[in-house]
């Protein structure tokens, strides 16, 4: 539907007039603006003079030349002559109606046209605005969008790679959480001793870290935390070696997890097994060490003793402390020994059929090392200080260790000889010597000044009558026979009870001699009988240098002098000489002058020389008299 209003602006006379038309429909408002030109009530010269406008003209004009003007143009073509004069005074009479109803609608509806003039300002002005704002956004808000929606995925792509690695995390949340666990189930699994269990978890985190090219952060942690984890079942591993009481079952299982941790590389040729195998005797033998350590100390504390603070009771303890030694070390070392052999030596290696050579070599130089490093050492240096009636417990004791351990290989009974020949020679010479020097202490103190002295002054000794035989043969002094060789060669003669000095230095030497018997090494035979003439020399010594400042007593008592010394040389001598040779080895003399035993030189001279200076004495007597 529409409505045409029209709005007249009274224009000044004789001036061409414009009227505007509003058309109202449903859609909006159109303008329309219509030129109307009316005569003039009356014309000049000037006006006509204007008017003067030739038909091309007027229609050339540029009113004339819109689509409008030229159909009324071809209109006018069609109108006869009577209608076409007629024309002027129809458009006239229309523009007059216009005028009039323009007039009209003017004065009955200018708020209207003031409205509409009002609206259509406000509408410039918002087309205006409008016009601005679509430059802005054609200018500036677009560019501004199209850039931002081309650097919107540039700012995306982090967030949603954040979310993607959220959603597969929480698409992946349990097998996350049980990876997670992997590291408190391994530590747990080797705090409690399932250590297949924690080897079987760390090979499979290992697969996972291997199959992955480039490892997530989580699994490199998790990876590090298990080898902390394995490193830490390998100290366990290590310290059961180390353990005391440990035995074969459970030594046997911590190698064969060793083994299986694979954790000993081949260095400089030296193969995973030996080097678990080193590991195992390294910690064996520090086990060994702390188990011998208390008897090792209490032995070094006697051994530490002088001659002069040892006590008997310090003899007993040193030999059962030493014997507790042994056992300990026996049992320690053929644990040892056993335990590799079936660890090591009894199971075949994955690359032959038989145990690597390097492997008994290896138990070979252990089972030395342990002899030459504990027990030898030890004995050098307490069997010399051990009674010489325990020496042969202990070597029997030794014995039996060794007998022992041959059946594994190990026999070391031939270093024993050596030790116990030279702790026997050394506690016999000691105890004969001891013998010997109380001999020398009483003649000096019946001499009354030191033996070294060779003064004569006798004013202080004591005559032998009181002291070197007894009273009941006092008048009549025995003298010495050949009728002790008819008797056994462990029987003293009888003829050495009526000299108590004799009898006693006599005894002491035989209790040395009957305690040598029980383990009298013949490689000390020659050696210990040179002693014993040495020390029969030193003794005869002593006893010529009295006898001779006995000279100037009574001839009584320098005839008991006589029959002592010749008790002593022609029975005494021979008796321990014998009681050695054949009481103790089985020797006669002939075989002991065959074999040069009885021509060993003594220290402080021969005993040949003795007895010939107291033959040679006895003559010079005999000669004076």
Same mark, same amino acid.
């Given at each position: 539907? !529409?409505?045409?209003?029209?709005?007249?602006?009274?224009?000044?006379?004789?001036?061409?007039?414009?009227?505007?038309?509003?058309?109202?429909?449903?859609?909006?408002?159109? +303008?329309?603006?219509?030129?109307? !030109?009316?005569?003039?009530?009356?014309?000049?010269?000037?006006?006509?003079?204007?008017?003067?406008?030739?038909?091309?003209?007027?229609?050339?004009?540029?009113?004339?030349?819109?689509?409008?003007?030229?159909?009324?143009?071809?209109?006018?073509?069609?109108?006869?002559?009577?209608?076409?004069?007629?024309?002027?005074?129809?458009?006239?009479?229309?523009?007059?109606?216009?005028?009039?109803?323009?007039?009209?609608?003017?004065?009955?509806?200018?708020?209207?046209?003031?409205?509409?003039?009002?609206?259509?300002?406000?509408?410039?002005?918002?087309?205006? /605005?409008?016009?601005?704002?679509?430059?802005?956004?054609?200018?500036?808000?677009?560019?501004?969008?199209?850039?931002?929606?081309?650097?919107?995925?540039?700012?995306?792509?982090?967030?949603?790679?954040?979310?993607?690695?959220?959603?597969? %995390?929480?698409?992946?949340?349990?097998?996350?959480?049980?990876?997670?666990?992997?590291?408190?189930?391994?530590?747990?699994?080797?705090?409690?001793?399932?250590?297949?269990?924690?080897?079987?978890?760390?090979? +499979?985190?290992?697969?996972?870290?291997?199959?992955?090219?480039?490892?997530?952060?989580?699994?490199?942690?998790?990876?590090?935390?298990?080898?902390?984890?394995?490193?830490?079942?390998?100290?366990?591993?290590?310290?059961?070696?180390?353990?005391?009481?440990?035995?074969?079952?459970?030594?046997?299982?911590?190698?064969?997890?060793?083994?299986?941790?694979?954790?000993?590389?081949?260095?400089?040729?030296?193969?995973?097994?030996?080097?678990?195998?080193?590991?195992?005797?390294?910690?064996?033998? %520090?086990?060994?060490?702390?188990?011998?350590?208390?008897?090792?100390?209490?032995?070094?504390?006697?051994?530490?003793?002088?001659?002069?603070?040892?006590?008997?009771?310090?003899?007993?303890?040193?030999?059962?402390?030493?014997?507790?030694?042994?056992?300990?070390?026996?049992?320690?070392?053929?644990?040892?020994?056993?335990?590799?052999?079936?660890?090591?030596?009894?199971?075949?290696?994955?690359?032959?059929?038989?145990?690597?050579?390097?492997?008994?070599?290896?138990?070979?130089?252990?089972?030395?090392?342990?002899?030459?490093?504990?027990?030898?050492?030890?004995?050098?240096?307490?069997?010399?200080?051990?009674?010489?009636?325990?020496?042969?417990?202990?070597?029997?004791?030794?014995?039996?260790?060794?007998?022992?351990?041959?059946?594994?290989?190990?026999?070391?009974?031939?270093?024993?000889?050596?030790?116990?020949?030279?702790? %026997?020679?050394?506690?016999?010479?000691?105890?004969?010597?001891?013998?010997?020097?109380?001999?020398?202490?009483?003649?000096?103190?019946?001499?009354?000044?030191?033996?070294?002295?060779?003064?004569?002054?006798?004013?202080?000794?004591?005559?032998?009558?009181?002291?070197?035989?007894?009273?009941?043969?006092?008048?009549?002094?025995?003298?010495?026979?050949?009728?002790?060789?008819?008797?056994?060669?462990?029987?003293?003669?009888?003829?050495?009870?009526?000299?108590?000095?004799? /009898?006693?230095?006599?005894?002491?030497?035989?209790?040395?001699?009957?305690?040598?018997?029980?383990?009298?090494?013949?490689?000390?035979?020659?050696?210990?009988?040179?002693?014993?003439?040495?020390?029969?020399?030193?003794?005869?010594?002593?006893?010529?240098?009295?006898?001779?400042?006995?000279?100037?007593?009574?001839?009584?008592?320098?005839?008991? /002098?006589?029959?002592?010394?010749?008790?002593?040389?022609?029975?005494?001598?021979?008796?321990?000489?014998?009681?050695?040779?054949?009481?103790?080895?089985?020797?006669?003399?002939?075989?002991?002058? /065959?074999?040069?035993?009885?021509?060993?030189?003594?220290?402080?001279?021969?005993?040949?020389?003795?007895?010939?200076?107291?033959?040679?004495?006895?003559?010079?007597?005999?000669?004076?008299?």
């Amino acid at each position: 539907m !529409m409505v045409v209003e029209e709005q007249a602006l009274l224009p000044p006379p004789n001036s061409r007039q414009q009227r505007y038309i509003c058309f109202h429909d449903d859609h909006g408002i159109g +303008h329309v603006t219509v030129t109307i !030109m009316e005569k003039p009530a009356q014309l000049t010269s000037q006006d006509l003079e204007g008017m003067q406008t030739t038909l091309p003209e007027l229609l050339g004009a540029p009113e004339l030349t819109t689509a409008s003007s030229q159909a009324y143009l071809s209109y006018l073509t069609t109108l006869s002559l009577p209608n076409l004069l007629a024309e002027p005074t129809l458009l006239q009479t229309q523009s007059h109606h216009l005028t009039s109803s323009l007039t009209s609608l003017t004065h009955t509806s200018y708020p209207t046209f003031l409205s509409l003039h009002s609206t259509t300002t406000s509408l410039s002005e918002s087309l205006d /605005a409008l016009s601005s704002s679509l430059d802005a956004l054609v200018n500036e808000s677009l560019p501004a969008l199209e850039e931002s929606a081309s650097n919107w995925r540039d700012r995306t792509d982090a967030v949603l790679a954040e979310r993607s690695k959220a959603r597969v %995390v929480l698409e992946q949340h349990d097998k996350i959480r049980d990876l997670l666990d992997i590291p408190v189930l391994i530590d747990t699994c080797v705090r409690n001793g399932y250590f297949a269990e924690a080897l079987s978890l760390a090979s +499979h985190t290992n697969s996972l870290y291997s199959s992955s090219s480039s490892p997530p952060l989580i699994l490199t942690s998790i990876i590090s935390e298990v080898r902390n984890s394995i490193t830490q079942m390998l100290f366990s591993l290590l310290s059961t070696l180390h353990e005391p009481n440990r035995k074969l079952p459970a030594l046997w299982k911590a190698v064969n997890f060793l083994r299986k941790m694979d954790v000993f590389d081949p260095e400089d040729g030296v193969e995973s097994e030996e080097q678990i195998a080193l590991a195992f005797l390294g910690g064996r033998e %520090v086990c060994l060490t702390a188990s011998l350590e208390g008897c090792n100390r209490d032995i070094q504390r006697l051994v530490g003793l002088t001659s002069a603070e040892v006590r008997e009771k310090d003899k007993e303890d040193l030999t059962r402390y030493l014997k507790k030694y042994i056992d300990i070390w026996r049992e320690g070392v053929h644990d040892i020994i056993t335990q590799f052999s079936t660890i090591f030596l009894e199971r075949p290696t994955s690359s032959t059929t038989s145990p690597a050579p390097s492997l008994h070599s290896l138990l070979v130089t252990y089972a030395s090392h342990s002899l030459h490093k504990h027990l030898l050492p030890l004995l050098r240096i307490t069997l010399p200080r051990i009674p010489l009636p325990s020496l042969s417990s202990l070597l029997t004791q030794l014995t039996y260790c060794a007998t022992a351990f041959a059946r594994v290989g190990f026999d070391f009974r031939c270093v024993l000889g050596d030790l116990f020949s030279g702790a %026997v020679l050394s506690s016999v010479t000691e105890e004969l010597q001891v013998a010997t020097s109380k001999w020398v202490a009483l003649f000096e103190q019946k001499m009354g000044r030191p033996v070294s002295t060779t003064s004569t002054h006798i004013k202080n000794m004591a005559p032998p009558s009181e002291w070197l035989v007894s009273p009941a043969v006092v008048a009549s002094p025995p003298t010495s026979s050949q009728s002790y060789l008819k008797a056994p060669a462990h029987v003293p003669p009888h003829i050495l009870v009526a000299y108590p000095p004799l /009898a006693q230095y006599t005894n002491a030497l035989l209790t040395t001699l009957n305690s040598l018997r029980l383990l009298a090494p013949t490689s000390i035979a020659p050696p210990l009988l040179a002693k014993l003439q040495d020390l029969l020399s030193e003794a005869g010594e002593v006893y010529l240098r009295y006898v001779k400042n006995a000279a100037a007593l009574q001839v009584q008592e320098v005839k008991i /002098a006589e029959a002592v010394g010749d008790v002593y040389f022609n029975t005494l001598v021979p008796f321990m000489k014998r009681a050695l040779g054949e009481g103790v080895y089985g020797l006669t003399m002939e075989n002991c002058e /065959a074999s040069g035993m009885d021509a060993e030189k003594t220290e402080s001279g021969s005993l040949d020389k003795v007895i010939r200076d107291w033959e040679g004495w006895l003559e010079s007597r005999k000669a004076s008299a």
